[in-house]
């Protein structure tokens, strides 16, 4: 089970830092991402880092954004800085097994950046 905390409401150009709690180990993915999804739009992916640590980041957050992973706290972390009102959406953490390659996600947590 993931639990995602840490969102709020920001003014452009601040910063917030969520997390990503695992009820146990997070060793268990072999990948574990960020996603967001805005009022009337898809899910899209905003980065991931695989457990031996290679990341990837979207181009609309590459440069703001920096996801980490603390194995020992069991907890994934996205750093944004710079938000923007596009940044206005509920994220979400997901992890996938290792070994069924089954997909976990946290229950999202909203951010939103006034102007």
């Known amino acids: 089970q993931l639990q995602a905390s840490g969102g709020g409401l920001v003014q452009a150009g601040g910063s917030l830092r969520l997390s990503c709690k695992a009820s146990?180990?997070?060793?268990?993915?072999?990948?574990m991402g960020w996603f967001r999804q805005a009022p009337g739009k898809q899910r899209e992916l905003l980065g991931s880092i695989t457990s031996d640590g290679t990341m990837y980041y979207a181009d609309a957050v590459k440069g703001r954004f920096t996801i980490s992973r603390d194995n020992a706290e069991n907890t994934l972390y996205l750093q944004m800085n710079s938000l923007e009102p596009e940044d206005t959406a509920v994220y979400y953490c997901n992890g996938q097994h290792i070994v069924t390659l089954m997909n976990y996600w946290g229950q999202g947590t909203q951010v939103t950046v006034s102007s």
């Open positions: 146990g180990s997070i060793t268990i993915f072999r990948v």
